[in-house]
């Protein structure tokens, strides 16, 4: 079973990561909207451009908390669909929130003080090198924030990807692979024809002293024996010779050649 965090199971990270997005979620959309809506009264004193993107920035963050309430709806029902579109919502919400966040920090960048240097130096908060600086560890800050959470972003999407994975498979949606070879049944019995032995010759006309003659079923009658079939089929296909009943000798096969004179035995007697 797939584990987040080296022993945690894969469920116990998409309820951490859940929490942890829906609480950091409602905190950057309180804050951005405050921000927004307070824009002029603050220090920042953010040009339109930065306005217009944080106001974006903090739309995508707005999100988040919504899309992780799902999302643990999801993960207590265990619903497999239900997970899957959580997890395309983080994925979908992790992009729009990179495009503003980058669209932000390009316009935070975009000028080397904008208006904050001067509304400082303005109201005699500090000199004009000390805003400087502040403006600019704020904005290293900014960016540095970004990257965390969006490394999290991903880290959490990950887990919520693969919890989701796992519980379409166990439902039986997913496709399972294997590299077992599909079973088989039992091939067809192949007999070796070399190792076989030669089928009788077909008998054209009438059959010659001592050899079995077909009847009119096809089936071999021996001299005073009881019809034989005249071939017995097998697995691959070959007709074996016909059965000799027990206590009858073979039939002697013609040959285009004569036992020598001096042969000896059974055969010899029956030289052609």
Known sequence: MPRFFCCLPLAVGVWLFSLLFFAWGTVLTVVGWYGVSSYERTDLALTRRQLVSLIITTSSWTLL???TLFGMGAALARSPRALKAYSTALWFQFGFSVGAGAYFIYNLFRRNDGNFVTNCTSRDIADRDTCQQAF????GVIVAVYVVIWLI???GGVIVTQYATE???????GVQFSNAPPPQGPGPVILDPVMMPPPEPPILGPAPPGRFAPNASGRFTPPGGQP???FVPTAGGVSLPPIIPIGQSAPQGQYAFAMPQNAHGPGAANQV
């Open 65 to 67: 908390p919504l899309i």
């Open 136 to 139: 600019n560890v704020l904005r």
């Open 153 to 155: 972003e991903i880290w």
């Open 167 to 173: 519980r379409f498979q166990r439902s039986g949606g």
């Open 228 to 230: 034989q079939p005249s």
